[in-house]
């Protein structure tokens, strides 16, 4: 917990930044008020910035190509029906109107009437920041999807990245239901332009992003790998919150096993299987990005990092972050924020 200097009068002490008491009575209000979140842990270290939103409106028989990019793509198919098809994937995804989709780590990939036609490079049908606006290709009429490209403020994207699956893929009834509101918001803010739009367009797009990701949990697919799809495991979830909530506490695997109602063996086994794996790894980085925020953003002494993160000596500290992250933490904070 932070405490933020008070003079006599009961102002804060000058001479410390404005930014440190900002970011320090944030995270003391949230987490006196709400249990870890493990989610919106993830989404707060990313700091998602809307890149671009629009839509394109396609008539006729098409097919668009999307080069690779560091983008998260958002995507909602108002009206007709589509192919996905991913590079490198061998099934394509059948898309109708009212499904969702997101491709969290910018793979180069199709949309399509028909995946027979040859593809039409996207750049050459969008050439311009699209500010909101609804391309028209071939006048339109048959098949109108809207978009929204993320990029990330975190240094450390790729990393919390890989915790995401795939691909996102709404489809029930009941999750369409759940995101017509944005997606009705969302056209309206297009087609009907008015002051504020662009601000408001990109947290819609944010909120659009949240939601998408919160339904995924919800879906509880089994069968899946990965971070994501753990939080909707039953014995896992509680696992994941603790270690999210103290970070610094000393877990051992029994300890979370414990929290998980399983033997030792079989909740390691488990863990590893769901999310692709071991726990103590998990843990570890899960760390090191906190680190990493504090040391980016924060004037926090490396030693005192160390010790909240459950590290009794600098040196360990900083081994567990060289192998984690790639550089010592000193080097780190020589890297410029974002």
């Keep these: 917990m932070y405490f933020l200097p008070i003079d006599g009068h009961g102002s804060m002490v000058k001479g410390v930044p404005d930014i440190i008491y900002a970011m320090k009575y944030s995270i003391m209000s949230r987490s006196s008020r709400n249990a870890a979140d493990p989610l919106s842990d993830v989404l707060s270290l990313l700091k998602p910035r809307s890149y671009m939103s629009g839509g394109i409106d396609a008539g006729g028989e098409w097919s668009f190509q999307f080069a690779p990019s560091n983008c998260f793509l958002c995507f909602a198919l108002v009206t007709g029906q589509c192919w996905l098809l991913i590079d490198g994937d061998d099934e394509a995804v059948?898309?109708?109107?009212?499904?969702?989709?997101?491709?969290?780590h910018g793979p180069a990939f199709r949309f399509a009437s028909d995946l027979a036609l040859v593809p039409v490079d996207v750049r050459s049908v969008v050439t311009g920041p699209?500010?909101?606006?609804?391309?028209?290709?071939?006048?339109?009429?048959?098949?109108?999807?809207?978009?929204?490209?993320?990029?990330?403020?975190?240094?450390?994207?790729?990393?919390?990245?890989?915790?995401?699956?795939?691909?996102?893929?709404?489809?029930?009834?009941?999750?369409?239901?759940?995101?017509?509101?944005?997606?009705?918001?969302?056209?309206?803010?297009?087609?009907?332009?008015?002051?504020?739009?662009?601000?408001?367009?990109?947290h819609l797009a944010q909120m659009m992003l949240i939601e998408m990701l919160r339904l995924h949990v919800a879906q509880q697919d089994t069968d899946s790998v990965g971070w994501l799809f753990a939080?909707?495991?039953?014995?896992?979830?509680?696992?994941?919150?603790?270690?999210?909530?103290?970070?610094?506490?000393?877990?051992?695997?029994?300890?979370?096993?414990?929290?998980?109602?399983?033997?030792?063996?079989?909740?390691?086994?488990?863990?590893?299987?769901?999310?692709?794996?071991?726990?103590?790894?998990?843990?570890?980085?899960?760390?090191?990005?906190?680190?990493?925020?504090?040391?980016?953003?924060?004037?926090?002494?490396?030693?005192?990092?160390?010790?909240?993160?459950?590290?009794?000596?600098?040196?360990?500290?900083?081994?567990?972050?060289?192998?984690e992250m790639g550089c010592s933490p000193r080097q780190y904070c020589r890297v410029p924020a974002s």
């Design 94 to 104: 059948r898309l109708q109107a009212g499904d969702f989709v997101a491709l969290p």
């Design 130 to 202: 699209m500010h909101g606006n609804i391309v028209r290709w071939q006048g339109g009429g048959a098949c109108l999807g809207l978009t929204a490209f993320f990029t990330f403020a975190a240094e450390h994207a790729n990393i919390l990245l890989g915790l995401l699956p795939a691909l996102v893929h709404l489809r029930s009834p009941a999750d369409r239901a759940v995101m017509q509101w944005y997606l009705q918001r969302m056209r309206a803010v297009l087609q009907a332009p008015q002051p504020g739009d662009t601000l408001l367009g990109e």
């Design 231 to 323: 939080l909707s495991d039953r014995h896992l979830r509680a696992v994941i919150m603790a270690m999210h909530e103290r970070p610094g506490h000393g877990w051992t695997v029994q300890e979370l096993a414990g929290l998980a109602c399983m033997s030792r063996s079989a909740f390691s086994l488990h863990f590893k299987n769901k999310v692709g794996m071991p726990v103590m790894a998990y843990l570890i980085r899960w760390r090191m990005l906190l680190a990493s925020e504090r040391l980016l953003h924060t004037q926090d002494a490396v030693s005192t990092i160390a010790l909240d993160l459950g590290y009794r000596s600098e040196s360990a500290f900083s081994f567990a972050f060289k192998r």
